[in-house]
């Protein structure tokens, strides 16, 4: 099951350094990010800005809770992986939650 | 003092840092840790007492090489001096006829040019085929990546991409990211020369990311059958959680090298993978038995290839 195996991978994403948050550092190392993972809680509009902001796909699974138990950061609903073999496994993973660019968020 | 199982007396050359481990992980396995090496005798001392808190050493301590040698005629001679102590060490105790197990980097020292240094290197591999004993680089992620490779060996098919990714506290260190690399690089070369004995880096490919404590190379790894190897080594020194990071990545899929100390107070690995944790007994207690037992896990050929992708990487970064 893709979340499944995108649960697992994930809580090594942020002890290999790849796991990125706040909209600055984003937006900063956004030619570098493989994709960035929002969370079903986000608002519309954040959905929106971001399919405006990033380039790299946006997967939109679980919740804000889900990041705090996988990734260790409370209260984040947006996060981007930098290129890595790693963040490409979670991609893989996670793709199926992918927000199509002609879809409604 | 010929190589061979029968080795068991073995002397450390320097225990004021990991040399204390070493002399611990000799003792678990039934080596005599007969003499130590220090710098002077108040360090010596000083040694002495640490290690008869960790097990009941009975051995001696030596501010002098040579007298250690003549006195003790060790079978082993295990060198954890600092880096630029290693090759006159290592010559002296091959000389005298013993084995030798060096902890890495095999040879460094700022002050010689990389040419210099593989010489070194090709020498003391010279003398001990020439003395028939044993010589060996205590780069343990050597073994770790086996293992990682015997826990989950459908990981490794057609390998593609690989990341050693290494972080340790600061201690204090001004930030200097080449002394970084030497430090830390040697392991994961290690692990990626251990699951590709035949490949062969594609200079051309190399990018460097070497910046405060960070050091970072990215290279293709080309294999005979004419793939090739996405390599991404990372070392870096950090005061900021998480402060020990020791991450292999192949194929995207990670192996967390982590651990504890079990109920006799011995150091274990515990391997994190998505799948599940795996224990063992820790790397470098493995590769002390190997060479106690006649086997050295990272032999002379391996340790020049490590040091020679190691320097290559670092002229580059320092613009040679």
């Known amino acids: 099951m893709p979340i499944a195996e995108f649960s697992k991978l994930a809580p090594f994403a942020r002890r290999a350094g790849i796991a990125v948050t706040g909209r600055e550092r984003l937006a900063r190392l956004g030619k570098r990010l493989v994709f960035v993972w929002v969370t079903t809680d986000a608002s519309e509009r954040t959905v929106r800005e971001l399919q405006r902001q990033f380039a790299c796909p946006l997967v939109c699974c679980l919740t804000s809770a889900d990041v705090e138990r996988l990734l260790g950061y409370q209260g984040t609903k947006v996060v981007g992986f930098v290129r890595s073999s790693l963040a490409q496994s979670l991609y893989r993973a996670g793709a199926d939650f992918r927000i199509r660019e002609d879809s409604e968020p | 003092m010929n190589a061979g199982s029968e080795s068991r007396s073995v002397a450390i050359l320097g225990t004021a840092g990991i040399g204390k481990h070493h002399a611990k992980w000799w003792h678990v396995e039934g080596a005599q840790v007969r003499a130590i090496l220090g710098r002077t005798p108040e360090s010596v001392a000083r040694a002495v007492e640490t290690l008869k808190g960790m097990f009941p050493f009975q051995g001696r301590g030596y501010t002098s090489l040579d007298e250690l040698l003549a006195a ?120 990626i020369q251990a699951i590709c004995p035949d490949g062969q880096v594609d200079w051309p490919s190399l990018e460097l990311g070497f910046a405060d404590h960070c050091a970072r190379a990215r290279f293709r790894l080309l294999r005979p059958e004419g793939n090739a190897v996405a390599c991404d080594i990372h070392t870096d020194h950090r005061d900021t959680e998480p402060r020990n990071v020791r991450q292999l990545t192949f194929n995207g899929y990670p192996f967390d090298i982590g651990g504890y100390a079990d109920a006799a107070g011995l150091f274990q690995v515990r391997i994190t993978t998505p799948d599940g944790t795996h224990d063992s007994e820790d790397a470098m207690r493995r590769l002390i038995r190997s060479f106690r037992d006649g086997k050295a896990e990272v032999p002379g050929r391996m340790a020049m290839r490590n040091l020679e992708w190691m320097l290559r990487v670092l002229d580059i970064a320092q613009g040679g």
Not at chain 2, 97 to 117: N, Q
Request: hydrophobic share 35%; charged share 25%.
């Open chain 2, 72 to 191: 003790e005629r060790p079978d082993i001679v295990d060198v954890c001096t600092p880096t630029e102590m290693h090759y006159v060490h290592a010559r002296t105790a091959l000389r005298a006829g013993c084995s030798v197990l060096c902890e890495k980097p095999f040879v460094y020292d700022a002050e010689l040019t990389s040419r210099e240094m593989m010489g070194q290197a090709k020498e003391l591999i010279g003398l001990a085929r020439r003395q028939r004993v044993r010589f060996g680089v205590c780069t343990q992620y050597v073994v770790a990546a086996r293992t990682c490779l015997a826990i989950c060996p459908e990981r490794f098919r057609h390998l593609e991409s690989y990341r050693g990714y290494l972080v340790s506290p600061t201690r204090g260190r001004a930030p200097d990211p080449c002394q970084t690399w030497v430090d830390l690089a040697p392991h994961m070369l290690g692990a």
